[in-house]
């Protein structure tokens, strides 16, 4: 059974920066795409940005693109969401997920706060 | 970029009853359409996809319908532990991938 385990959560301020780390186990990571997808306070969810497997892709939202940077350790089975330029709109529970098009396994998300 | 349009955005329902959640999308997605369920605290966890194939582990309680532009989602006998928020995601033009702004089903 897949397990995903996000860290790296915490209060910053606008401007700052915050480096995600989720890691993957129980399946080949190798073999699988990864999306970021985070959640804004009573709010659906949003999807930020995706790698594939090999990491010769990766997409991001409008929102983000530019601010933020997704990349993964196959080595460590990790995938990482390096955010930087945070501003009060990212503040949200963070999730990584398996898969591209379709996300079938979640981690149990990191909350992200960017308040003064 | 593809919105997705969940209706309604509550349902108050009873355990035991039928419940049909509708997705529409502003552009036809194919079958390309994902139903998740997410309850308090939790991650939200994959029902469905391909518009009507259902993930591993879900009961068959649970299964989806529509193509193109109108999608359904049916619990036939709603059990206690469905009290939840659904939504609906397109894949068929992305990035982005985009969600709908979910379903809540809440006890009557």
């Known amino acids: 059974e897949a397990q995903l385990e996000e860290s790296g959560g915490g209060l910053v301020q606008p401007g700052g920066s915050l480096r995600l780390s989720c890691a993957a186990s129980?399946?080949?990571?190798?073999?699988?795409?990864m999306n970021w997808v985070r959640q804004a306070p009573g709010k659906g969810p949003e999807w930020v940005s995706y790698i594939n497997s090999g990491s010769t892709k990766t997409f991001y939202a409008d929102s983000v693109r530019g601010r933020f940077t997704t990349s993964r350790d196959d080595g460590k089975s990790s995938v990482y969401l390096q955010m930087h330029s945070l501003r009060a709109e990212d503040t949200g529970v963070y999730y990584c997920?398996?898969?591209?098009?379709?996300?079938?396994?979640w981690g149990q998300g990191t909350l992200v706060t960017v308040s003064s | 970029e593809i919105v997705m349009t969940q209706s309604p955005a509550t349902l108050s329902m009873s355990p035991g009853e039928r419940v049909t959640l509708s997705c529409r999308a502003s552009q036809s997605v194919s079958s390309n359409l994902a139903w998740y369920q997410q309850k308090p605290g939790q991650a939200p966890r994959l029902l469905i996809y391909?518009?009507?194939a259902t993930a591993t582990g879900i009961p068959d309680r649970f299964s989806g319908s529509g193509s193109g532009t109108e999608f359904t989602l049916t619990i036939s006998s709603l059990q206690s532990e469905d009290f939840a928020v659904y939504y609906c995601q397109q894949y068929e033009n992305w990035p982005p991938l985009t969600f709908g702004g979910g379903t809540k089903v809440e006890i009557k």
């Open positions: 391909g518009a009507s």
């Open positions: 129980g399946y080949n990571f190798v073999a699988y795409a």
């Open positions: 997920a398996r898969g591209g098009m379709i996300s079938d396994s």
